[in-house]
């Protein structure tokens, strides 16, 4: 079966300072790769997909930037953290037509 | 954008009812319509998936797809306290966008 592993599981961090989350899938191998954004209580927001190892697609522009530098590793970044990007990140993974299957998450906090 | 919209928003049923859960989407060119369920701080979990119009079902869970009026219901027989959750609706398009909707949260009391 799969599984994602997402680093950290939580977070808190100041208003501009940078970030890196991450994840790793196992499981399956060339998985398409998603990193989702919800905000408390909001809805999931799809921030980018990647078919391929260093292809990388945006959905939505939240100043954030994302790298898949191997077929298992999907890295979400910033340079400088807003308010605004505190929630729960999702890394979500999918084979073929299957489902899209997630990682248990990251908390973060910008403060 | 592709939007997808649920009801009602919450819902709270007696263990035991049957409960109906339903979800709007705007484009008929969606490849197939996902249903999930999310606990608090979880991600979701992947319940049941329907592609054609009809229904489809899978243990206590039933699914209803009608592509001309855009609509999908999902139906859950002898609801149980452990199937009290956030059901999230998604909708697939073949661009690797998939869009989900807000969720209805769903408590069954026992």
């Known amino acids: 079966a799969q599984t994602i592993h997402q680093w950290p599981v939580a977070e808190i961090k100041a208003v501009g300072s940078p970030l890196s989350l991450g994840c790793t899938i196992k499981?399956?191998?060339?998985?398409?790769l998603y990193w989702y954004w919800q905000a408390t209580g909001g809805t999931l927001q799809q921030l980018f997909y990647?078919?391929?190892?260093?292809?990388v697609e945006s959905v939505v522009q939240l100043n954030l930037s994302a790298s898949r530098p191997k077929d298992d590793q999907f890295i979400l970044s910033t340079e400088k953290l807003l308010l605004s990007h505190s929630g729960f990140y999702l890394c979500?993974?999918?084979?073929?037509?299957?489902?899209?299957?997630f990682g248990k998450g990251t908390r973060l906090t910008v403060v | 954008q592709e939007k997808v919209q649920q009801s009602p928003e919450s819902l709270i049923v007696p263990e035991g009812a049957m409960v109906s859960l339903n979800c709007s989407f705007s484009?008929?060119?969606?490849?197939s319509i996902w249903w999930y369920q999310q606990h608090p701080g979880k991600g979701p979990k992947a319940l049941i998936?329907?592609?054609?119009?009809g229904n489809k079902k899978e243990g206590r869970l039933t699914v209803y797809l009608n592509r001309a009026s855009l609509h999908v219901s999902l139906h859950i027989k002898d609801s149980q306290p452990s199937d009290s959750a956030v059901y999230l609706c998604?909708?697939?398009?073949?661009?690797?966008?998939?869009?989900f909707g807000a969720g209805t949260k769903l408590t069954i009391k026992p």
């Open positions: 979500a993974g999918r084979v073929a037509n299957t489902e899209v299957f």
């Open positions: 998936s329907i592609f054609s119009n």
């Open positions: 484009d008929s060119a969606s490849q």
């Open positions: 499981g399956k191998s060339s998985p398409n």
């Open positions: 998604a909708a697939y398009y073949g661009n690797e966008k998939i869009t």
């Open positions: 990647s078919i391929t190892v260093g292809q």
